[in-house]
């Protein structure tokens, strides 16, 4: 377990149903009262 600190960053590389992924098996609740999730661009995967 980790934990997230401001100003801190992060890639998100999968979003299922309300959680973030940070990469491998990284998952965090996408809970808008301590996370701010920017979507900026999509991936294309073909």
């Not at 309300?18 to 808008?32: D, M, T, V």
């Amino acid at each position: 377990m980790r934990q997230l600190n401001k100003p801190e960053s992060y890639v998100v590389w999968a979003e299922k149903e309300g959680w973030l992924n940070l990469g491998g098996e990284q998952w965090i609740k996408n809970n808008p009262s301590y996370v701010k999730f920017s979507k900026k661009s999509t991936v294309d995967s073909s």
